[in-house]
């Protein structure tokens, strides 16, 4: 494919072993950057301070939002600020929390051909799961934020500027008034924008929102999905918590191992999993069983005086 591919992602300091284990799997011959939000003292030539990007909405962001919500809104503005160097001709983003399985040659040549490609967030219709169900992945976004990749065109550039007009000060996660970060927006771009691809491919962006309808297994050295599809990669930013819902949809899936090995390779690089965004558990918060069963409690006891009787008499 002619023209440079540069892959990226996007992380706060605390987050930076993620990133570090996304680039050991990557092909060492890709060009690689590290977006950091917030304060850092990283040293390493990979990474690029948002701060330091030449946006004048930054300083706005950087005021109204949290880190949660800047590692978000900052996609549209490090993938533009990419997309300018010289000889770069394909931008690819991944969460840090992302990694790679299988020939990277396939995602490539993708790109090459689309000036935007996005993943559906699932990919054949359900009732419910244990992750949610199919008003919750309309009220969240169709397409996942994990992954996007864009080439350098007229329409990609109208694409990420109409995004980052949106994400300055739309891009917080309040789903009741219709945001969730930069994921619900992308709703929009198959409708607004030309050259689209959304890849259906099951092994691509496999992760807790549709293990659902992806079984995982280990056959002659290589991770298929649903014993057909090679597993290209895997988004663990969900599958890290204790939440025993969430263990369950990766037993069930097959992927303990696949989890196990992803939280060994983090602590080659530190010895607490820093912590990261979920959208499951910002919509179900896990309690554990003491202060469920309080909660059960006292919805009791406010559920007792709500429908106690005012004309009942109280006797000594």
């Given amino acids: 494919m002619a023209g440079k591919t540069l892959v990226f992602t996007i992380c706060t300091a605390e987050q930076y072993p993620f990133?570090?284990?996304?680039?050991?799997?990557?092909?060492?011959?890709?060009p690689f950057k590290i977006g950091i939000v917030g304060?850092?003292?990283?040293?390493?030539?990979?990474?690029?301070n948002f701060e330091q990007l030449p946006f004048a909405e930054i300083a706005q962001m950087q005021q109204h939002y949290d880190l949660n919500t800047l590692v978000a809104a900052s996609k549209p503005f490090f993938a533009d600020y990419f997309l300018k160097q010289e000889d770069i001709n394909y931008v690819?983003?991944?969460?840090?929390?992302?990694?790679?399985f299988s020939d990277f040659e396939a995602?490539?040549?993708?790109?090459?051909?689309?000036?935007?490609?996005?993943?559906?967030?699932?990919?054949?219709?359900f009732g419910k799961s244990l992750y949610g169900d199919e008003k919750m992945f309309l009220n969240t976004g169709m397409y996942d934020n994990g992954f996007f990749a864009v080439n350098k065109s007229q329409n990609t550039s109208r694409f990420l500027t109409w995004w980052q007009q949106r994400l300055?000060?739309?891009?917080?996660?309040?789903?009741?008034?219709?945001?969730?970060?930069?994921?619900?927006?992308?709703?929009?771009?198959?409708?607004?924008?030309?050259?689209?691809?959304?890849?259906?491919?099951?092994?691509?962006?496999?992760?807790?929102?549709?293990?659902?309808?992806r079984v995982l297994t280990y056959k002659n050295k290589q991770w298929l999905v649903n014993q057909g599809a090679a597993l290209a990669f895997f988004n663990f930013k969900e599958v890290l918590g204790d939440s025993p819902?969430?263990?369950?949809?990766?037993?069930?899936?097959?992927?303990?191992?696949?989890?196990?090995?992803?939280?060994?390779?983090?602590?080659?690089?530190?010895?607490?999993?820093?912590?990261v965004f979920s959208l499951r558990e910002a919509l179900n918060?896990?309690?554990?069983?003491?202060?469920?069963?309080?909660?059960?409690?006292?919805?009791?006891?406010?559920?007792?005086?709500t429908y106690f009787p005012i004309y009942h008499k109280i006797t000594k």
Wanted: hydrophobic letters at 40%; aromatic letters at 8%; charged letters at 25%.
């Fill in 19 to 30: 990133a570090q284990v996304l680039a050991d799997s990557l092909p060492k011959t890709i």
């Fill in 39 to 48: 304060r850092s003292e990283i040293k390493d030539s990979r990474v690029v």
């Fill in 92 to 100: 690819i983003y991944f969460d840090p929390t992302v990694l790679l």
């Fill in 107 to 125: 995602i490539e040549q993708k790109v090459a051909i689309h000036d935007i490609t996005l993943t559906p967030r699932l990919t054949r219709k």
């Fill in 168 to 213: 300055t000060d739309r891009a917080y996660f309040d789903v009741c008034n219709g945001m969730n970060h930069d994921q619900l927006w992308l709703n929009y771009v198959p409708i607004l924008f030309e050259n689209i691809c959304i890849n259906k491919n099951i092994g691509w962006n496999v992760g807790l929102q549709n293990l659902h309808e």
């Fill in 245 to 275: 819902e969430v263990k369950k949809m990766i037993k069930e899936a097959g992927a303990e191992v696949l989890v196990n090995d992803y939280k060994a390779r983090i602590k080659q690089y530190t010895s607490v999993v820093p912590t």
């Fill in 285 to 305: 918060p896990y309690s554990s069983a003491l202060k469920q069963g309080l909660k059960k409690n006292l919805k009791s006891i406010v559920d007792t005086i």
